[in-house]
């Protein structure tokens, strides 16, 4: 059998690429400590930062600075952490994103150093076994949950209890599904293999990640415009903390590493479901119950409680509309002109999409301070119905909008 992929030049006889001497285990363990390792040192510089800026080193020593570094990392990673008695589960989406975002760029380096190694395109294609990719990524995760270890137990108090399991069960899914899919994208297996899988395949997996990004960005786009549009508020509480100007700087800072979890909330909101902020609240675009509230200045996006506009009822066609706006550009990209095609690939898509947004409402929230606070979340059951049942449809009604204007085309064309 030939190989699918057109295969480089042979190399000269007895040439060995410099790449495969380098020891891939080493190569890889090296690249597993350096993507958790990186996003760490910029949780203790942050902390570090706002520990001078809130008192100038006053109160308390840099050693207590750094633990709570490594805690928001740590958090970051599910690992929840107990306040003065209270357990704090809600993971701070954003340093979750940089981690991955950081395990992926660092991954496809490892790939590419390892590219090395193992047989080549044409080898491969002929069915011959390569290990590189699997053995890479074990070493890869060694590292990962290695960083993590040893930051629990330099970082973890009797007080504060941080999860050991959770933690390295978070680090071994960020290392594998990030890092593994980076080394083989970096090297080169990847586009061997996915040159293996049906088209239709892979253009549902490009309609899902088309979907959930312009779900997710009408998410964004509503919390943002809610929160301008009451900022006074905002502006009110932060008034009434009588906080400096270091801690108001480190306030802001807080609440941007929040606004991803707002995102997920808002698309909640927006789907029907709601969320919740307390025990027995519920925002959504048919009732909101809430009661007293922290004083945090993100909250200045919520509507008030009471009566519902009957204009919010029509928020719930924004995730249909962006899923099917998803779904058409994705097809725009890997066009057909057969009408099944087209409705499989953006139902699946959505179908997809919709999954992972259940996940996300899963990890949004979870217990943020005491008493009512214990419950703060998506309802993420119902979500995770009303995101496969809208995002299914508004996939399938792209899928179908764009195949009839490429047919159309085509015929013009013709």
Same mark, same amino acid.
């Given at each position: 059998?030939?190989? !699918?992929?057109?295969?480089?030049?042979?190399?000269?006889?007895?040439?060995?690429?410099?790449?495969?001497?380098?020891p891939?285990?080493?190569?890889?363990?090296a690249?597993?400590?350096?993507?958790?390792?990186?996003?760490?040192?910029?949780?203790?510089?942050l902390?570090?930062?706002?520990?001078?800026?809130? *008192?100038?080193?006053?109160?308390?020593?840099?050693?207590d600075?750094?633990?709570?570094?490594?805690?928001?990392w740590?958090m970051?990673?599910?690992?929840?952490?107990?306040?003065?008695?209270?357990?704090?589960?809600?993971?701070?989406l954003?340093?979750?994103?940089?981690?991955a975002?950081a395990?992926?760029?660092i991954?496809?380096?490892?790939?590419?150093?390892?590219?090395?190694?193992?047989? *080549?395109?044409?080898q491969?294609?002929?069915?011959?076994?390569?290990?590189?990719?699997?053995?890479?990524?074990f070493?890869?995760?060694?590292?990962?949950?290695?960083?993590?270890?040893v930051?629990l137990?330099? &970082?973890?108090?009797?007080? #504060?209890?941080p999860?050991?399991?959770?933690?390295?069960?978070?680090?071994?899914?960020?290392?594998?599904?990030?890092g593994?899919?980076?080394?083989?994208?970096?090297?080169?297996? &990847?586009?061997?293999?996915?040159?293996?899988?049906?088209?239709? !395949?892979?253009? #549902?997996?490009?309609?899902?990640?088309?979907?959930?990004?312009?779900?997710?960005?009408?998410?964004?786009?509503?919390f943002l415009?809610?929160l301008?549009?009451?900022?006074?508020? &905002?502006? +009110?509480?932060?008034?009434? !903390?009588?906080?400096?100007?270091?801690?108001?700087?480190?306030?802001?800072?807080?609440?941007?590493?929040?606004?991803? +979890?707002a %995102?997920?909330?808002?698309?909640?909101?927006?789907?029907?479901?709601?969320?919740?902020v307390?025990?027995?609240?519920?925002v959504s675009?048919?009732?909101?119950? #809430?009661?007293?509230?922290?004083?945090?200045?993100?909250?200045?996006?919520?509507?008030?409680?009471?009566?519902?506009?009957?204009?919010?009822?029509?928020?719930?066609?924004?995730?249909?509309?962006?899923?099917?706006?998803?779904?058409a550009l994705?097809? @725009?990209r890997?066009?057909? !002109?057969?009408?099944?095609?087209?409705?499989? @690939?953006?139902?699946?898509?959505?179908?997809?999409?919709?999954?992972?947004?259940g996940?996300?409402? %899963?990890?949004?929230?979870?217990a943020?301070?005491?008493?009512?606070?214990q419950?703060?979340?998506?309802?993420?059951?119902?979500?995770?119905?009303?995101?496969?049942?809208?995002?299914?449809?508004?996939?399938?009604?792209?899928g179908?909008?764009?195949?009839?204007?490429?047919?159309?085309?085509a015929?013009a064309?013709?």
């Open positions: 059998m030939t190989s !699918l992929l057109s295969a480089p030049e042979r190399a000269p006889e007895g040439w060995v690429d410099p790449r495969s001497r380098r891939l285990a080493l190569l890889s363990l690249g597993g400590v350096a993507a958790a390792g990186s996003v760490l040192l910029t949780c203790l510089g902390a570090v930062t706002g520990w001078f800026l809130t *008192d100038a080193g006053a109160h308390g020593l840099p050693r600075a750094l633990r709570v570094g490594a805690h928001g740590l970051a990673h599910g690992s929840g952490v107990s306040v003065r008695g209270t357990l704090v589960t809600v993971v701070p954003l340093v979750t994103v940089l981690s975002w395990t992926w760029r991954g496809q380096r490892v790939g590419q150093a390892v590219s090395g190694h193992g047989p *080549d395109a044409d491969i294609s002929d069915g011959e076994r390569d290990w590189t990719v699997p053995v890479s990524t070493w890869f995760t060694a590292g990962y949950v290695a960083v993590a270890t930051t137990a330099l &970082a973890a108090t009797p007080a #504060t209890q999860s050991g399991p959770r933690t390295v069960a978070w680090s071994v899914a960020l290392a594998v599904l990030a593994g899919s980076a080394i083989a994208v970096g090297s080169g297996r &990847a586009a061997i293999w996915s040159a293996m899988l049906p088209g239709n !395949l892979r253009a #549902t997996a490009a309609a899902c990640r088309a979907v959930l990004r312009s779900v997710l960005l009408a998410a964004l786009v509503v415009t809610a301008l549009l009451d900022v006074a508020t &905002a502006v +009110n509480v932060l008034a009434s !903390l009588q906080l400096g100007t270091g801690e108001a700087v480190v306030m802001a800072l807080v609440a941007v590493l929040l606004v991803p +979890n %995102t997920v909330f808002s698309a909640a909101y927006l789907l029907g479901p709601g969320f919740t307390g025990t027995q609240t519920l675009p048919t009732l909101v119950v #809430t009661g007293p509230l922290p004083a945090v200045p993100l909250l200045a996006a919520l509507p008030d409680s009471g009566a519902v506009p009957a204009w919010a009822v029509g928020l719930v066609a924004i995730p249909p509309v962006a899923a099917a706006v998803g779904a994705a097809q @725009r890997r066009p057909t !002109l057969r009408w099944e095609e087209g409705a499989l @690939r953006g139902c699946a898509g959505g179908v997809a999409a919709g999954l992972l947004l996940w996300l409402a %899963t990890v949004a929230g979870g943020a301070g005491p008493g009512r606070l419950v703060v979340g998506p309802l993420s059951s119902d979500v995770l119905v009303h995101a496969i049942t809208s995002l299914g449809i508004g996939g399938l009604v792209g179908l909008v764009m195949t009839g204007w490429q047919r159309r085309a015929r064309a013709a």
